[in-house]
């Protein structure tokens, strides 16, 4: 009996699995249309590799790899692919997770949508103006929002306050 439970399991599990990625491909098929638009060629000639693959295909850095996590300036930080203005260093905590982390944004220049990517929903952010994906937001962040708003930081640029 519990065999036969385990092996069902199993099959729902690998299920699932074989029609995420048809569920992703239905998601992604909803393309917005956003105030900045650039073909794939023009992307990856002013991105690098990196920021290309994390902007424009949705992926993730290696944590701890950023050296915006140790930035303590004070300034913006804005969109890599637009520069527009996501954060200010008001906003930014050391969550200890290796991403730079904010508990609040500056939501009118924020898009969100669900993330099936890995089987349950996330909240997914972007660039409101771009598309550029920045990162995901969680609810285990710091008061007042409780928010942690975890953004790859290859898709962000600092831009330090004028001292004059």
């Known amino acids: 009996m519990l065999r036969r439970n385990f092996c069902l399991k199993m099959l ?10 048809q569920l992703l491909a239905a998601q992604n098929s909803k393309k917005k249309v956003f105030a900045i638009s650039r073909s794939e060629e023009e992307w990856r000639s002013i991105l690098s590799k990196e920021q290309y693959r994390v902007l424009r ?20 930080y804005v969109c890599a692919g637009c520069d527009n203005r996501l954060f200010t260093s008001e906003m930014k905590y050391d969550s200890g997770t290796g991403w730079p982390s904010f508990y609040r944004a500056i939501e009118k220049n ?8 890995i089987l349950f929903p996330r909240t997914e952010y972007h660039c409101a103006r771009c598309g550029g994906h920045q990162g995901h937001v969680f609810k285990d ?24």
């Open 141 to 164: 962040g710091p008061k007042p929002t409780n928010d942690r708003w975890c953004n790859n930081g290859v898709a962000l640029k600092f831009i330090p306050a004028s001292s004059g």
């Open 57 to 76: 295909e949705e992926g993730t850095e290696r944590p701890f790899s950023s050296p915006l996590n140790n930035e303590k300036r004070k300034g913006d």
């Open 110 to 117: 924020i898009g969100k949508k669900k993330d099936f990517r």
């Open 12 to 21: 729902t599990f690998g299920s699932v699995a074989v029609v995420s990625p």
